[in-house]
């Protein structure tokens, strides 16, 4: 007896049989450490079961028990393709708590690094989407102009994926010579190779069949579901820290904040594309605009003085000590400050008790916050989309797990 | 010491819920309201209706440990997009039960956020649909945010070091 269209019909749903994938912990297309069980209907997917925690490092106990300056090295590893605006967004916390006064200097370089950070995280994400859709060359070609802007922050810091750039205060040392040729040779040339990359996609019949559709979300739910950064703005809220609390200077420059219409995969594409163009006059108006002036804030409660000082100087030894020693008191009280990381709007909020280390310290961490948004997102979609969807919303596991 | 606006949002919660409010102060530039646990649910959907506040958005939310109080407090932040106000919340709840309506029903984004705090903390938040650790093993028996639970294992034997302590 063969089965006829009709018996299928009969079938009830709740009689249907799903099969169930487990994608990840380690998979090579999650780029990171996700699980996901799919409930799958031959290849749609009917339900998915995110397990996050794998690399959970108990960073806001850890943070409890150390002084200020030691917790930089811990923002490293949330986001670590932009390292640096997660250091230097603490950096923040910390002045706004003290109330330092930073200088005009200080600002601007800071906004060269956090655009410089901004660029090499856009680069990744949209590299990546690339090669999940099967173009591997944007991949490898990219990763060359992220190895030149690890060079500076190599030449800025002297470490490149997990930066501790800066201190609280300002800068260690003022940026080499050789620093200023490396970010305007980055400046010269990355411009070709951006606009290469985006010829080679931007248009592309098969990437735009690919990823016209995938993966949205509407304006309406990314708000209920707290989203920020790029993934809110591509779905058409124009939404930027930079601009609705303008931080370290950000109001002196002239950009636009690009939005998209739809929030699908094309649209993050797209917006992250053009953010990293605006980086760039941001960078080059930073680097004409520059005051003149120190490197750092007059703070010597919390700025390590200079070391020849410190061998010769009775007042910079004391202040070495207290520092080292985390002996400094800072006062009671509650800050909250956010910065627009590379996937949104990354906060601190710092409870502070007066004593040497926080009372008590939590990270808003953008991407555990919309990533609770992708069983939504991916139901009723392929399993091949589900990956380009993870992929192009930019999540971190680092800053996932904390 | 609080601006026009911010005697806006105080007032709107005074007018409906005078008898929820504990205290208004003013933390650095943040304007920070301590109420009673029992209606906070009420409260937060009244600042995200009223036309006056529109606190649409939920930025962050997570628990604090005060064992000198005994108590657990939830902290709360809203945001207004529509003018860049922002706003932080905060109940106190018994550290040894405490209990706290869930926010999911306000605003979807607030589960895994609750889930974080239940983790950490222990925070039971009644009505969540899917309430169970999230970044921790299942098989944890602590809330190790909890100031009573040091850094480290302080059983472990395998770390000791006699000449700079643990």
Redesign the interface.
């Known amino acids: 007896m063969t089965l006829q269209d009709s018996d299928i019909d009969k079938v009830k749903p709740e009689e249907k049989q799903y099969s169930f994938l487990n994608l990840g912990p380690t998979h090579p297309a999650t780029h990171g450490i996700f699980q996901n069980v799919l409930k799958m209907d031959g290849e749609i997917i009917v339900d998915a079961q995110p397990t ?2 794998y690399i ?1 490092r ?1 960073f ?3 943070a ?2 150390r002084p200020f300056y030691q917790i930089t090295p811990i923002t490293d590893r949330l986001n670590y393709c932009s390292a640096p605006i997660n250091n230097i967004g603490w950096h923040m916390t910390v002045e ?2 003290i109330k330092a006064e930073i200088p005009k200097r200080v600002q601007y370089l800071r906004v060269i690094v956090m655009e410089l950070a901004r660029i090499t995280d856009h680069l990744i994400c949209n590299a990546v989407i690339g090669v999940d859709t099967g173009a591997l060359t944007g991949f490898v070609y990219l990763f060359q102009q992220r190895e030149l802007v690890y060079e500076i922050y190599e030449e800025i810091c002297g470490a490149r994926l997990t930066t501790n750039i800066g201190r609280i205060g300002g800068f260690e040392r003022d940026f080499s010579p050789k620093a200023w040729d490396k970010i305007h040779q980055f400046l010269r040339e990355f411009p070709k190779v951006l606009k290469e990359f985006e010829n080679l996609l931007k248009r592309n019949r098969i990437f735009m069949d690919r990823t016209i559709g995938c993966g949205g979300i509407t304006a309406e739910r990314a ?5 920020t950064g790029v993934n809110l703005r591509a779905a058409g ?1 124009d ?1 930027d820290v930079r601009v ?2 303008p931080y370290s200077s950000y109001q002196d420059f002239e950009f636009s904040i690009p939005v998209g219409i739809n929030g699908d995969v094309y649209d993050r594409f797209m917006v992250r594309q053009e953010e990293m163009w605006q980086s760039l006059s941001i960078i080059e108006q930073a680097i004409k605009n520059l005051p003149e002036g120190p490197y750092h804030a007059e703070i010597p409660d919390f700025y390590l003085p200079p070391k020849e000082e410190v061998y010769n100087n009775m007042e910079a030894l004391i202040y070495q000590f207290k520092i080292v020693m985390g002996e400094t008191d800072v006062p009671k ?4 400050h ?1 910065v627009e990381g590379g996937n949104g ?1 990354l ?1 601190f ?1 710092l ?1 502070s008790d007066g004593g040497r280390t926080p ?2 310290l ?1 990270f ?1 961490r953008p991407c ?2 919309f ?3 992708y069983p939504e997102i991916i139901r009723g979609s392929m399993l091949s989309d589900a990956i380009l969807t993870m992929s192009s919303m930019n999540v971190i596991a680092g800053e996932l ?2 | 010491m609080f601006s026009t606006e911010e005697e806006k949002i105080i007032s709107v919660l005074r007018t409906q819920y005078d008898d929820q409010v504990l205290l208004t102060e003013k933390l650095y530039d943040f304007l920070t309201i301590t109420l009673k646990a029992d209606k906070i649910i009420e409260v937060i959907t009244l600042l995200r209706d009223h036309p006056d506040t529109q606190f649409k958005f939920l930025t962050t939310l997570c628990g604090i440990h005060f064992p000198d109080l005994g108590q657990i407090a939830v902290m709360y932040q809203l945001h207004n997009m529509h003018n860049g106000m922002r706003i932080r919340l905060k109940v106190y709840l018994p550290q040894e039960m405490p209990v706290v309506p869930t926010l999911t029903t306000v605003f979807p984004g607030a589960n895994w956020m609750e889930r974080e705090t239940y983790d950490f903390y222990g925070v039971v938040f009644e009505g969540h649909p899917d309430l169970r650790r999230i970044l921790n093993v299942e098989e944890m028996i602590i809330f190790p945010l909890r100031k009573e639970y040091p850094l480290e294992d302080q059983t472990r034997e395998d770390k000791a070091d006699e000449m700079f302590g643990r």
């Open positions: 996050i925690g959970h108990a806001e106990k850890l409890e028990r706004k708590l708000l209920q579901y707290s989203f809220v939404y609705a609390q009280g509650e800050v909250y956010c709007e906060g909020y409870v009372f008590r939590h808003r555990y916050i990533y609770q948004a797990d904390a």
